[in-house]
Protein backbone atom coordinates (compact mmCIF):
# COMPACT_ATOMS: atom_id res chain seq x y z
CA UNK A 1 0.00 0.00 0.00
CA UNK A 2 1.23 3.23 -1.14
CA UNK A 3 1.03 6.30 1.55
CA UNK A 4 0.48 9.69 0.36
CA UNK A 5 0.71 13.11 2.29
CA UNK A 6 0.21 16.88 1.36
CA UNK A 7 1.62 19.07 2.15
CA UNK A 8 4.83 18.31 2.16
CA UNK A 9 6.05 21.11 3.72
CA UNK A 10 4.03 23.55 6.32
CA UNK A 11 4.84 26.45 7.78
CA UNK A 12 2.63 27.88 10.16
CA UNK A 13 2.45 31.02 12.69
CA UNK A 14 2.32 29.91 16.53
CA UNK A 15 -1.25 29.89 17.60
CA UNK A 16 -2.89 29.48 14.27
CA UNK A 17 -4.42 25.62 13.56
CA UNK A 18 -2.70 23.07 10.89
CA UNK A 19 -4.16 20.58 9.17
CA UNK A 20 -2.08 17.38 7.24
CA UNK A 21 -3.66 15.08 4.55
CA UNK A 22 -2.70 11.36 4.19
CA UNK A 23 -4.05 9.12 1.23
CA UNK A 24 -3.60 5.82 0.94
CA UNK A 25 -3.91 3.42 -2.25
CA UNK A 26 -6.22 0.84 -0.92
CA UNK A 27 -8.68 0.80 1.62
CA UNK A 28 -7.20 0.74 4.86
CA UNK A 29 -11.03 -0.43 6.57
CA UNK A 30 -10.64 -4.22 7.90
CA UNK A 31 -13.70 -6.22 8.55
CA UNK A 32 -13.59 -5.50 12.01
CA UNK A 33 -14.13 -1.49 11.34
CA UNK A 34 -11.17 -0.58 12.40
CA UNK A 35 -9.18 1.93 10.16
CA UNK A 36 -5.49 1.09 10.08
CA UNK A 37 -4.23 4.68 10.11
CA UNK A 38 -1.65 6.02 12.71
CA UNK A 39 0.09 9.38 12.61
CA UNK A 40 3.70 10.17 13.79
CA UNK A 41 5.85 12.93 14.77
CA UNK A 42 9.45 12.70 14.81
CA UNK A 43 11.23 15.83 16.78
CA UNK A 44 14.80 17.47 15.39
CA UNK A 45 17.04 14.70 16.47
CA UNK A 46 14.98 12.18 18.40
CA UNK A 47 13.11 9.03 17.11
CA UNK A 48 9.47 9.51 15.96
CA UNK A 49 6.72 9.36 18.80
CA UNK A 50 3.41 7.90 18.36
CA UNK A 51 0.88 10.74 18.36
CA UNK A 52 -2.66 8.85 17.10
CA UNK A 53 -3.71 5.17 16.36
CA UNK A 54 -6.22 3.98 14.69
CA UNK A 55 -7.16 7.11 13.28
CA UNK A 56 -8.58 8.78 15.83
CA UNK A 57 -7.50 8.10 19.56
CA UNK A 58 -4.83 10.24 20.91
CA UNK A 59 -1.68 8.37 22.74
CA UNK A 60 -0.71 8.53 26.20
CA UNK A 61 0.49 12.25 26.84
CA UNK A 62 -0.51 13.80 23.57
CA UNK A 63 -2.25 17.22 24.16
CA UNK A 64 -5.89 17.44 23.12
CA UNK A 65 -4.93 20.24 20.61
CA UNK A 66 -3.96 16.55 17.88
CA UNK A 67 -6.91 15.13 16.51
CA UNK A 68 -7.16 12.79 13.39
CA UNK A 69 -9.33 11.93 11.16
CA UNK A 70 -10.79 9.86 8.83
CA UNK A 71 -11.87 7.00 6.79
CA UNK A 72 -11.10 4.24 3.96
CA UNK A 73 -8.43 5.82 1.88
CA UNK A 74 -8.83 9.53 3.31
CA UNK A 75 -7.36 10.41 6.49
CA UNK A 76 -6.53 13.98 8.03
CA UNK A 77 -4.57 14.96 11.06
CA UNK A 78 -5.39 18.67 12.82
CA UNK A 79 -3.44 20.57 15.50
CA UNK A 80 -6.30 23.37 16.69
CA UNK A 81 -3.61 25.63 18.15
CA UNK A 82 0.39 24.90 16.53
CA UNK A 83 3.14 25.22 19.88
CA UNK A 84 6.92 25.71 18.90
CA UNK A 85 7.44 22.32 20.55
CA UNK A 86 5.04 20.64 17.61
CA UNK A 87 7.46 21.00 14.94
CA UNK A 88 9.28 18.42 13.37
CA UNK A 89 7.94 15.66 10.57
CA UNK A 90 4.65 14.36 10.45
CA UNK A 91 4.17 10.48 9.28
CA UNK A 92 1.48 8.81 8.79
CA UNK A 93 1.34 4.66 8.88
CA UNK A 94 -1.23 2.15 7.22
CA UNK A 95 -1.18 -1.05 9.42
CA UNK A 96 -3.26 -2.96 7.34
CA UNK A 97 -1.34 -4.37 5.41
CA UNK A 98 1.59 -6.28 5.65
CA UNK A 99 4.74 -4.56 4.91
CA UNK A 100 3.54 -1.57 7.19
CA UNK A 101 4.65 1.65 4.96
CA UNK A 102 4.84 5.20 5.90
CA UNK A 103 4.06 8.13 4.11
CA UNK A 104 6.68 10.51 2.77
CA UNK A 105 6.57 12.65 5.49
CA UNK A 106 5.02 16.06 5.79
CA UNK A 107 7.62 18.96 7.96
CA UNK A 108 6.09 21.87 9.83
CA UNK A 109 7.83 24.60 10.86
CA UNK A 110 7.38 28.06 12.49
CA UNK A 111 6.72 31.14 10.15
CA UNK B 1 9.77 1.75 32.43
CA UNK B 2 9.13 0.29 28.93
CA UNK B 3 12.50 1.06 27.43
CA UNK B 4 14.62 -0.30 24.17
CA UNK B 5 18.43 0.71 24.38
CA UNK B 6 20.01 -0.20 20.93
CA UNK B 7 23.58 -0.36 20.79
CA UNK B 8 26.30 2.82 19.59
CA UNK B 9 27.39 4.13 16.38
CA UNK B 10 29.03 2.01 13.88
CA UNK B 11 31.28 2.76 10.92
CA UNK B 12 31.79 0.14 8.47
CA UNK B 13 33.42 -0.55 5.25
CA UNK B 14 31.65 -1.19 2.38
CA UNK B 15 31.08 -5.12 1.86
CA UNK B 16 31.06 -5.75 5.55
CA UNK B 17 28.30 -6.59 8.24
CA UNK B 18 26.73 -4.89 11.33
CA UNK B 19 24.80 -5.92 14.10
CA UNK B 20 22.15 -3.81 15.47
CA UNK B 21 21.09 -4.78 19.45
CA UNK B 22 18.14 -3.55 20.99
CA UNK B 23 18.02 -4.79 24.86
CA UNK B 24 14.03 -4.25 26.01
CA UNK B 25 12.78 -3.80 29.81
CA UNK B 26 9.96 -3.08 31.52
CA UNK B 27 7.46 -5.52 29.27
CA UNK B 28 8.10 -9.13 28.56
CA UNK B 29 9.59 -9.01 25.82
CA UNK B 30 8.36 -12.26 24.00
CA UNK B 31 4.67 -11.25 24.18
CA UNK B 32 5.81 -8.05 21.28
CA UNK B 33 6.97 -8.28 17.59
CA UNK B 34 9.64 -6.32 17.46
CA UNK B 35 9.99 -4.42 14.32
CA UNK B 36 12.81 -2.59 12.55
CA UNK B 37 12.68 1.04 10.43
CA UNK B 38 15.43 2.45 8.68
CA UNK B 39 16.13 5.90 8.29
CA UNK B 40 18.71 7.56 5.58
CA UNK B 41 19.85 10.99 6.28
CA UNK B 42 17.33 13.34 5.74
CA UNK B 43 14.94 11.11 4.50
CA UNK B 44 11.75 9.42 5.58
CA UNK B 45 11.12 6.09 7.54
CA UNK B 46 10.86 2.85 5.83
CA UNK B 47 9.78 -0.43 7.73
CA UNK B 48 12.68 -3.33 7.05
CA UNK B 49 10.62 -6.26 9.08
CA UNK B 50 9.71 -7.60 12.26
CA UNK B 51 10.16 -10.81 14.32
CA UNK B 52 7.99 -12.43 16.55
CA UNK B 53 10.58 -13.16 19.71
CA UNK B 54 8.55 -16.02 21.09
CA UNK B 55 9.13 -18.38 17.76
CA UNK B 56 11.82 -16.38 15.86
CA UNK B 57 9.45 -16.05 12.90
CA UNK B 58 10.99 -12.91 11.13
CA UNK B 59 8.88 -11.36 7.84
CA UNK B 60 10.82 -9.08 5.77
CA UNK B 61 9.82 -6.15 3.29
CA UNK B 62 10.38 -7.27 0.04
CA UNK B 63 13.20 -4.55 -0.82
CA UNK B 64 15.07 -5.69 2.44
CA UNK B 65 15.07 -9.69 1.52
CA UNK B 66 18.74 -10.93 1.86
CA UNK B 67 20.05 -7.91 3.33
CA UNK B 68 18.56 -7.86 6.60
CA UNK B 69 18.21 -10.60 8.91
CA UNK B 70 16.32 -10.29 12.14
CA UNK B 71 16.59 -12.41 15.82
CA UNK B 72 15.57 -12.33 19.32
CA UNK B 73 17.23 -14.02 21.97
CA UNK B 74 14.76 -14.15 25.01
CA UNK B 75 17.04 -15.23 27.58
CA UNK B 76 18.65 -11.78 27.35
CA UNK B 77 15.68 -9.96 25.88
CA UNK B 78 17.60 -8.70 23.13
CA UNK B 79 16.60 -8.02 19.23
CA UNK B 80 19.72 -8.29 16.68
CA UNK B 81 19.36 -6.56 13.43
CA UNK B 82 21.97 -7.64 10.99
CA UNK B 83 22.90 -5.78 7.97
CA UNK B 84 25.02 -7.51 4.99
CA UNK B 85 27.13 -6.62 2.17
CA UNK B 86 27.35 -3.22 3.27
CA UNK B 87 27.11 0.08 0.72
CA UNK B 88 26.54 3.55 1.35
CA UNK B 89 22.74 2.93 0.60
CA UNK B 90 22.97 1.08 4.26
CA UNK B 91 24.09 4.40 5.86
CA UNK B 92 21.25 5.48 7.91
CA UNK B 93 19.53 5.49 11.55
CA UNK B 94 18.07 2.36 12.83
CA UNK B 95 15.60 2.08 14.89
CA UNK B 96 13.80 -0.95 17.27
CA UNK B 97 10.14 -0.48 17.79
CA UNK B 98 7.78 -2.33 19.91
CA UNK B 99 4.44 -3.07 18.33
CA UNK B 100 1.27 -2.22 20.90
CA UNK B 101 -0.72 -5.31 20.19
CA UNK B 102 -3.44 -2.93 22.07
CA UNK B 103 -3.33 -0.29 19.78
CA UNK B 104 -1.60 -2.17 16.78
CA UNK B 105 0.99 0.75 16.70
CA UNK B 106 4.25 1.43 17.24
CA UNK B 107 4.45 2.90 20.56
CA UNK B 108 8.22 2.54 22.00
CA UNK B 109 10.74 3.19 19.58
CA UNK B 110 14.49 2.85 20.57
CA UNK B 111 16.64 5.54 20.27
CA UNK B 112 18.42 4.90 17.14
CA UNK B 113 21.72 3.52 16.15
CA UNK B 114 23.72 5.60 13.47
CA UNK B 115 25.40 2.94 10.80
CA UNK B 116 28.03 4.76 8.67
CA UNK B 117 29.64 2.99 5.53
CA UNK B 118 32.58 4.71 3.87
CA UNK B 119 36.07 3.58 2.27
Known amino acids: IVMTQSPLFLSVTPGEPASISCRSS???????????LDWYLQKPGQAPQLLIY???NRASGVPDRFSGSGSGTDFTLKISSVMPEDIGVYYC?????????FGPGTKLDMK | EVQLEQSGAEVKRPGSTVKVSCKVS????????MNWVFQAPGKGLDLMGY????????IYAEKFQGKVTLTADTSRNIAYLEVSDLTSDDTGVYFC????????????WGQGTLVTVSS
Open chain 1, 26 to 36: QSLLHSNGYNY
Open chain 1, 93 to 101: LQGRQTPRT
Open chain 1, 54 to 56: LVS
Open chain 2, 97 to 108: VKLSSGNDAFDV
Open chain 2, 26 to 33: GYPFSDYY
Open chain 2, 51 to 58: IDPQDGEA
